[in-house]
């Protein structure tokens, strides 16, 4: 686990949560609702995109086993 030690993502600029925006300078409760929604769309995105990568290597493992039994 990646420690911040100055603060939390969107606790306000430079607290952890960087000069992401106004919202995220705020430091608000707003900014960190809006980290912690960034870092869900990224979690999907990578979700998604191990889930593709899998899928290919399914596709290519079926592909290499058919061709063995020629």
């Known amino acids: ?4 030690p100055v603060g939390t993502p969107g606790s306000g600029a430079g607290k952890g949560g960087g000069a992401g925006g106004s919202v995220r300078e705020s430091g608000a409760g707003l900014g960190k609702f809006g980290t912690a929604q960034e870092e869900g769309y990224f ?6 995109e191990l889930e ?3 899928q290919k290597l399914k596709d290519k493992e079926g592909q290499m086993s058919q061709e063995e039994d020629k």
């Open 52 to 54: 593709k990568i899998k």
């Open 43 to 48: 979690y999907n995105k990578q979700k998604e």
């Open 1 to 4: 686990m990646l420690m911040c």
